[in-house]
């Protein structure tokens, strides 16, 4: 019998109704051994979700004042649950505990952390699953980082000596054995980390929707699922604004090769999407997904001879490691180069570091232009397709959008396109249609 881990997300443990539909999820198949919650999230658009109520009880307690209304309100959220499934379980002690250390100065990460704890220990109680505690074997280095093989080692250990456990997620432990959480959505790599400790067969992760879609449904309102796609589109269709999984739950599960499974708890039926190392050969369209962000500054420098001068780009990175910046694309001409940036990043230091960059490079011309939008085309399909960008830019003409920015990989597995900001919705649309 094979294993598999499944991870809620937070609408899927909103309230009783949804928590009974994961405890179906979880019982409908003995392979489920290993559940990883998240907390408790909106049960509807105008509700708050747990881990943002503690947070707020944190910032309330660092100030001195009192935090007792809003973890009573956060803490109701369970006992919600608890009544609407008629469980035999009390988290009043629990409550007690997260309560008095708050009020005596606990810090952000574990109030922060409070919010799967408690579900893990409601989910435990109600599947009768032992409750594993990450702190006891998720670890986080002096940087902030997860500690992977450390991890990897303890969490398997632990693991493997038991049959079935709930682990919650979003947190571990620093070196000083401390609670401290990964960034916000980290329990999908939570998730990830499980997967792998376990060698599951496959790491099914529940969430509110049926999958990735092939383009945003605000830009694209009958965007069609992908039902299956490689860790490597997938990372490229997250960089560029997909969000449906966290981006570094990845890395744990890509390493040996197990197959990420998106489900919709709401839907069951729904077939989803499946992320795996290798995608068939034989898919029907040649394009994965479309995704893409707004907001980006493209900086080119112009000089004369530039092609055959020796550590002209890097001088110019290495002004903007000194800022502390990051290069988001590099496309280059015989005497030009532009530096693709995040506008975010430039604006507040944009005058300095243009006059840097026209020192330290010594450059004939230096331009800045704001406002682009970035799109990226991706499929492992287009290598072995001719015609691809042929498509892609004649759909661009003919909506009459002006491409500013080309960068191809030469792994070909995607196109980015730099489109004028306002452009951007059509431009998605017009190669959404010219593929799909
Ligand atoms: N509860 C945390 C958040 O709201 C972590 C997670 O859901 O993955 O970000």
Do not use: A, G, P, Q
């Given at each position: 019998m094979g294993v598999v881990v499944t991870k809620f997300g937070g609408s899927s443990l909103a309230n009783a109704e949804q928590v009974s539909k994961v405890l179906d999820i979880v019982r409908s198949?003995?392979?489920?051994?290993f559940v990883v919650p998240s907390a408790p999230g909106k049960r509807h658009s105008e509700d708050e979700k747990v881990t943002d109520l503690l947070l707020h009880a944190y910032s309330l307690a660092s100030h001195g004042k009192p935090a007792d209304e809003v973890l009573d309100y956060a803490f109701s959220r369970y006992r919600d649950i608890i009544r609407g499934l008629d469980l035999?379980?009390?988290?009043e002690d629990e409550f007690e505990i997260i309560r008095e250390r708050i009020a005596s100065g606990a810090s952000r990460d574990y109030c922060a952390s409070r919010g799967e704890y408690l579900c893990g220990k409601l989910l435990a109680a109600a599947l009768g699953y032992e409750f594993v505690d990450p702190v006891d074997c998720i670890y986080f280095n002096e940087r902030g980082n997860l500690d992977q093989e450390k991890t990897h080692a303890a969490l398997s250990r632990k693991l493997g000596s038991v049959r079935n456990a709930v682990v919650p997620g979003f947190y571990g432990a620093d070196p000083q054995g401390q609670v401290h959480v990964f960034s916000r959505g980290g329990s999908d790599v939570t998730g990830a980390i499980v997967a792998r400790a376990v060698s599951a067969d496959v790491y099914e992760n529940w969430t509110d929707v049926s999958g990735f879609l092939m383009a945003d449904p605000r830009i694209v309102p009958n965007a069609r699922t992908i039902s299956i796609l490689s860790y490597r589109e997938l990372r490229e269709l997250s960089y560029m604004g997909a969000n449906v999984?966290?981006?570094?739950?990845?890395f744990p599960v890509r390493h040996s090769g197990i197959p990420i499974h998106i489900r919709n708890t709401n839907r069951p039926q729904d077939p989803g999407t499946l992320i795996v190392n290798r995608v068939p050969k034989?898919?029907?369209?040649?394009?994965t997904g479309i995704a893409g962000r707004k907001d980006f500054t493209v900086i080119t420098l112009e000089k004369a001879m530039m092609n055959s001068e020796v550590g002209f780009g890097m001088r110019a990175l290495n002004v903007l490691d000194r800022y502390n910046i990051n290069f988001e694309h590099l496309p280059s001409g015989i005497d030009t180069l532009s530096i693709v940036l995040n506008s975010r990043e430039v604006e507040p230091v944009q005058e300095e570091l243009l006059r840097e960059l026209q020192e330290v490079t010594e450059c004939d011309h230096i331009e800045v232009s704001g406002n682009l939008a970035l799109i990226a085309t991706v499929g492992h399909g287009m290598v072995s397709t001719p015609g691809t960008s042929a498509r892609l830019f004649s759909a661009l003409a003919q909506a009459g959008i002006n491409v500013r920015m080309i960068d191809q990989g030469s792994s070909e597995l995607n196109i980015i396109v730099g489109v004028d900001g306002k452009d951007f919705e059509k431009a998605v649309a017009a190669i959404y249609d010219a593929f799909v």
């Open positions: 198949d003995l392979r489920n051994r035999d379980l009390s988290l999984l966290h981006e570094d739950s990845i034989d898919r029907e369209l040649v394009v």
